[in-house]
Structures are given as C-alpha cells and as structure tokens.
C-alpha cells in the first residue's frame, strides 16, 4: 500500500525558496502520477503541480508557472517540489498526492494523501 509523507516546509521570506519533498513507501512512485496541492485557511485545495507517470509530462497552476518545478528521483523514490520566488499568497499547507498514470484535474481522482507540511511566506 503507497504511503507519501512531504517533507521541507517551513518560515521564508518573499522571494525565498524552498523543496518540497514527497517521500513514498509501500510502491514505487515512478509507476504514478504524483500531484502537489495546497491549502490555505478558508479555501479550498488546490492542484498547483503534478508529474504524469505514463508520458513523463508536468503541470503547473498558472499562480506558480515560471517559478515552481516538480521533479522524481526514482532512485530515492521521492517527488519534489523546487520553489523558488516565493510570494506572500503562497502561504498554506502543502500535499502530495497519488493518482493512475496521468494527471488529473479532479482532487478526488487523488489517493494516499500525505499529512502536509507548512509552508509560510513572511517578512
């Protein structure tokens, strides 16, 4: 059974960075397609990246294009979430998250749900 557990939030200032990572157990994450979501107090959650398993493809919410990259190292079995450019909005709880083969955009196609960690952007 897949287990993730997101590691590397934490305090940075704007214009900061961080990485994320997205640890798996139990499967090997090359075979899914791994998503990063977020959420702040009072919203909802949201899909800011995902790397497709089955066409090796990425995608990106347009709040963080250009500023964000998701990567795999299947060796040390793990997602990560490079962001750089931090802004102030960017402040919530962030996910990873696994699905079949291609991204989704639906939050419920997603399964094995880690438990978050923090991320603050703050001077």
């Known amino acids: 059974q897949l287990q993730l557990v997101e590691s590397g939030g934490g305090l940075v200032q704007p214009g900061g960075s961080l990485r994320l990572s997205c640890a798996g157990s139990g499967a090997t994450l090359r075979y899914y397609a791994i998503g990063w979501f977020r959420q702040a107090p009072g919203k909802e959650r949201e899909r800011v990246s995902c790397a497709s398993s089955a066409d090796s493809g990425t995608y990106y919410a347009d709040s963080v294009k250009g500023r964000w990259t998701i990567s795999r190292d299947n060796a040390e079995n793990t997602v990560y979430l490079q962001m750089n450019s931090l802004k102030p909005e960017d402040t919530a709880v962030y996910y990873c998250?696994?699905?079949?083969?291609?991204?989704?955009?639906?939050?419920?196609?997603?399964?094995?749900w880690g438990q978050g960690t923090q991320v603050t952007v703050s001077s």
């Open positions: 998250a696994a699905t079949d083969y291609y991204c989704s955009s639906l939050v419920t196609d997603f399964r094995s």
